[in-house]
């Protein structure tokens, strides 16, 4: 005899596999968006954190600009005041230069020599003046020489004149005016 089995066995099993089947794909599914999530709001997480960090070291960058700025204030004023010390300094030492300088040049004037002018430009001095003789102009230019304020002595012009011009009541017959030119040395000393 043959028997036939009514009941849909396979369909059945094939029915309760598909069902296990889509039960495991749906667990799947929710297990990839529940791993898609944790991932994501980890992600987000360190996002912000980041986010953090940057908006953190953006205000202590803006910190040390200013700092930085403050630093280039006190160097550009540093760099001003130790110009005026400089300038200070110079002057202090130029004080007594002139003073020495003239003091000397009073010292080795002979007697028979007046100076008429005196004019500084830089380091270059020019000097008029009139003497009883041309040796006394010699003398004069020898002690500029050997001064250790004036060097490079030069005699650029020498004219007689007759002293009746120049003085009344004069003992000579003619004077000597001159002008000449001598460059000034601060001494080391």
Known sequence: MIRINLLPV???????????????????????????????????????????????????????????????????????????????????????GPVKMLDELSTILPRKLWLTSFKIGGSMIQLSGVAVSNKDIAVFMRNLESSPFFTGVKLKEVKAHSAQKMAKGADVEFLSIFKMSVKYVKPSS
């Open 10 to 96: 396979k369909q059945a099993q094939k029915r309760s596999l598909g069902q296990q089947q889509i039960i495991l794909a749906v667990i799947a599914i929710v297990a990839v968006v529940a791993l898609l999530y944790t991932s994501n709001e980890r992600e987000r997480s360190k996002i912000s954190g980041l986010e953090t960090k940057v908006s953190d070291l953006k205000t202590e960058l803006s910190k040390l600009d200013d700092l930085i700025g403050d630093a280039e204030e006190v160097k550009k004023r540093e760099t001003e005041l130790q110009k005026k010390l400089d300038v200070i300094n110079k002057l202090k030492a130029s004080k007594t």
